[in-house]
């Protein structure tokens, strides 16, 4: 019979100890079993899933585990199975007091934490417990997978735009209380203006007036004033400052106080403007400037003398639809330090109808189409030279209806009601 050799016996002996110790220290480290509980039937649910999943029985043990949750609890798999959940997520020794576990158990409907507590002490969770249940149908094998989303870095963006809307809420009170506060600056200032302008026109024997002052904002760059001088002479003027708003009106106020000075004692026209011209020269130190014109009605000698600074050029509309262009030289005042200012003489004569007027009336549009201009606004004036006067301004502005003002107007109307003239114009030096 043979016999195994002793010292053979001893090799395969060893051999399999050896082989039996590798496998319980593989088995230490990788329990299969436990490993095969926690992944059959899950492998899809669970390891495809970043976030951190767990199986949780209605005793809140854990029964099966993704990757994500072991690295969230620093566990192993080993340690994370067959441990009550409240323990092995937060070292507590009874359930969380936010749990919905045993809610979705008895609902049968998800249950969601939207915010709670970090384990590790910063930061937050999202959570979520979907109710699953097992064939057997039996209490005990009733579960929920719980859902664990780190929002850390979501409530750190909400309170970031939290911390910016208070920010911003704060702003915008203090920017409305600032508009408030400019509203009722511009309201004050409008008041201001408007007391600088005439309250009517003057009445005068011989003369009719119609007068409309348009402002597009609160406070405008337009201003008009009549002044009157002795042996029946008449004072008509209208200023345009450049810009709008506060800044053109500064300067249309300047000028109002200037041309209220120099009308102390009668200058002529040209020496009026001159005037005008050297105080804004001498206040303004800025780019504005200011377009007017002044004319002076003599009632006796039915003559109307006139001086231009850059303004559009007021016409007169004749009884028989004729055109006169009331034309001087003159730049803008404000801008040059001796400018000069021509002088003209227009002889009047009865029903002529006079129009002086600001741009901001026939610099219009309508659709974005082409401006209005100038020669058509002069047409439109003699087409309605057979209109009574006080229809001529509401004739205009509804002519005007379908059009965009972007500037302040101004536009006095004056007919001639008596006297004549020899309807020649000279140049006066």
């Keep these: 019979m043979n016999t195994v050799p002793l010292s053979l016996f001893i090799i395969m002996a060893a051999t399999l100890l050896v082989l039996a110790v590798a496998i319980a220290i593989a088995y230490w480290k ?199 001088f002795p042996n029946d002479k008449l004072c008509v003027f209208v200023g345009d400052a450049s810009g709008h708003g506060l800044a053109a009106a500064l300067i249309g106020s300047i000028s109002k106080m200037s041309l209220y000075n120099h009308s102390r004692s009668e200058l002529p026209p040209h020496r009026m403007i001159s005037e005008i011209n050297q105080d804004l020269i001498s206040n303004i130190q800025t ?37 006169h262009h009331l034309n001087c030289a003159g730049t803008f005042a404000g801008v040059l330090k001796d400018a000069q200012y021509e002088e003209v003489a227009f002889n009047y004569r009865m029903g002529d109808r006079f129009f002086i007027f600001t741009d901001g009336i026939y610099e219009i549009q309508k659709n974005d189409g082409p401006h209005y201009g100038y020669d058509r606004f002069v047409k439109l004036l003699s087409d309605f030279r057979r209109l009574p006067l006080d229809r001529v301004i509401p004739a205009i502005e509804d002519h005007f209806a379908g059009y965009t003002f972007n500037d302040d107007y101004t536009i006095i109307v004056i007919e001639i009601e008596e006297g004549l003239g020899n309807g020649e114009d000279t140049v006066l030096f």
């Design 30 to 228: 990788f329990p299969l079993h436990l490993i095969y509980k926690s992944k059959v039937g899950y492998e899809s649910m669970l390891d495809a899933v970043n976030d951190p999943l767990a199986v949780v029985d209605s005793t809140y043990t854990v029964s099966r585990v993704n990757k994500a949750y072991i690295s969230l609890v620093n566990g192993s798999f080993r340690s994370s199975i067959g441990k009550k959940c409240f323990s092995l997520l937060r070292n507590r020794s009874e359930p969380c007091e936010d749990c919905r576990m045993p809610h979705a158990i008895t609902l049968r409907k998800q249950q969601i934490v939207e915010h709670s507590p970090h384990p590790s002490g910063k930061g937050a969770l999202r959570l979520s417990f979907s109710p699953y249940a097992a064939e057997t149908q039996t209490p005990e094998s009733h579960f929920v997978i719980e859902h664990l989303r780190d929002i850390t870095v979501l409530e750190q963006l909400k309170s970031d735009l939290e911390e910016k809307n208070t920010s911003l809420a704060a702003a915008m009170r203090k920017l409305k209380q600032a508009q408030r506060s400019i509203i009722e600056d511009l309201h004050l200032a409008r008041q201001i203006q408007e007391g600088l302008l005439p309250k009517s026109a003057p009445d005068v024997q011989g003369v009719r007036m119609a007068i409309k002052y348009h402002p597009v904002a609160d406070v405008g760059g337009d201003l008009y004033d009549f002044i009157h």
């Design 287 to 323: 780019y504005h400037y200011l377009t007017c014109f002044l004319g002076v009605f003599d009632l006796k000698k039915q003559t109307f003398t006139y001086s231009r600074a850059g303004h559009p050029m007021p016409v007169v509309v004749r009884r028989d639809g004729s055109i």
